[in-house]
């Protein structure tokens, strides 16, 4: 039986622009190409998630625009639950300007929004009349909405996954510490070095910056994504670096939201750790390889055919 997943996240519509390479401070370059993509990091967790088999119930805020509707059909077409979408009266829906260096495959992202910053405890407490399995959540919603989310899994006694990006300076340690029934929480590497200081560029400085989270967030796990160097895992006393699927970068957005999402997922069905982290390595590996947020995003097929392709040992 598929788990069911609420997402409570954003919703954005990505701009993405293509160029030979990252300006400089003052410099102006001509992109080679631009493109209109559905993203998000929640939307992109939704999607992923829905890919790799579950079902999927997404809790956002969108505007009363074009983009809003294209992203309701996107969304529905992914067979995903969008009753707890609301439509914002007042804001637009969420924008994101995607700078994407074409030789690296690397991205700088400017995010407006919007829409997201209005969800509210309301609307996240309709979501969980859906009765969920397990929450997933990240960081670009209202601080409100975001550990109303953890208050309300508490109550239904279910667990809590967590994308702790993008970090936020008006998040106080309060707001960490407030989060509720977390089973995972899931940094990347200059995330979890803004949150604690501690840059992890080994496997000391990755257990170093695990501890010092833990003291942070009341979480059972911890999984750092490290990009090309794959990802490291504690769960409170064993730790393990997880080496990366080397593959051609095309693009990296998104290539987190997918990691995150198959994660829960498959840590859901199957409650192995280190297995599900090696899933999920397969799932960001897949998204680097395609342009684009949603449109990269692998399913549960394409997944397993890359494991069975490279004879793989999850």
């Known amino acids: 039986m598929k788990p069911r997943i609420l997402v409570v996240g954003s919703a954005n519509m990505?701009?993405?622009?293509?160029?030979?390479?990252?300006p400089q401070e003052g410099e102006s370059i001509v992109s080679r190409d631009y493109a209109y993509i559905p993203g998000g990091k929640g939307a992109n967790a939704a999607v992923s998630a829905a890919r790799v088999g579950a079902d999927v119930i997404f809790c956002?805020?969108?505007?009363?625009?074009?983009?809003?509707?294209?992203?309701?059909?996107?969304?529905?077409?992914?067979?995903?639950?969008t009753r707890y979408i609301k439509t914002d009266k007042y804001a637009s829906t969420g924008l994101a300007v995607v700078l994407l260096d074409e030789r690296s495959g690397k991205n700088r992202i400017v995010v407006y929004p919007s829409a997201n910053l209005n969800l509210?405890?309301?609307?996240?407490?309709?979501?969980?009349l859906?009765?969920?399995?397990?929450?997933?959540?990240?960081?670009?919603?209202?601080?409100?909405?975001?550990?109303?989310?953890?208050?309300?899994?508490?109550?239904?006694?279910?667990?809590?996954?967590?994308d702790a990006g993008p970090v936020r300076k008006d998040f106080s340690k309060e707001v960490y510490e407030s989060l509720q029934n977390v089973e995972i929480v899931s940094p990347?590497?200059?995330?979890?070095?803004?949150?604690?200081?501690?840059?992890?560029?080994?496997?000391?400085?990755?257990?170093?910056?695990?501890?010092?989270?833990?003291?942070?967030?009341?979480?059972?796990?911890?999984?750092?994504k490290l990009s090309d160097?794959?990802?490291?895992?504690?769960?409170?006393?064993y730790h393990e670096m997880i080496a990366a699927n080397h593959v051609e970068a095309v693009d990296t957005t998104a290539a987190g939201d997918a990691f995150t999402a198959a994660l829960a997922v498959e840590y859901y069905?199957?409650?192995?750790?280190?297995?599900?982290?090696k899933y999920a390595n397969v799932a960001g590996a897949l998204t680097v390889t395609k342009f684009g947020a949603m449109s990269s995003l692998p399913t549960k097929n394409q997944i397993n055919n890359f494991i069975d392709d490279r004879n793989l040992k999850i």
């Open 14 to 22: 990505d701009m993405v622009l293509s160029m030979p390479r990252m």
């Open 60 to 81: 956002a805020r969108i505007g009363n625009d074009s983009n809003g509707k294209k992203l309701i059909e996107d969304y529905e077409n992914e067979g995903i639950d």
């Open 120 to 128: 509210t405890v309301d609307d996240v407490e309709n979501a969980f």
């Open 130 to 162: 859906s009765y969920p399995d397990a929450v997933l959540i990240q960081f670009e919603t209202s601080a409100e909405s975001i550990i109303a989310a953890t208050e309300f899994a508490a109550q239904q006694e279910i667990p809590v996954f967590v």
């Open 188 to 224: 990347n590497e200059v995330e979890i070095a803004q949150i604690t200081g501690i840059t992890p560029i080994s496997p000391e400085t990755c257990l170093q910056a695990c501890i010092k989270l833990s003291g942070m967030i009341n979480t059972k796990n911890i999984v750092i």
């Open 229 to 237: 160097k794959g990802c490291f895992m504690y769960d409170g006393k």
């Open 269 to 277: 069905k199957t409650k192995k750790l280190s297995h599900s982290c």
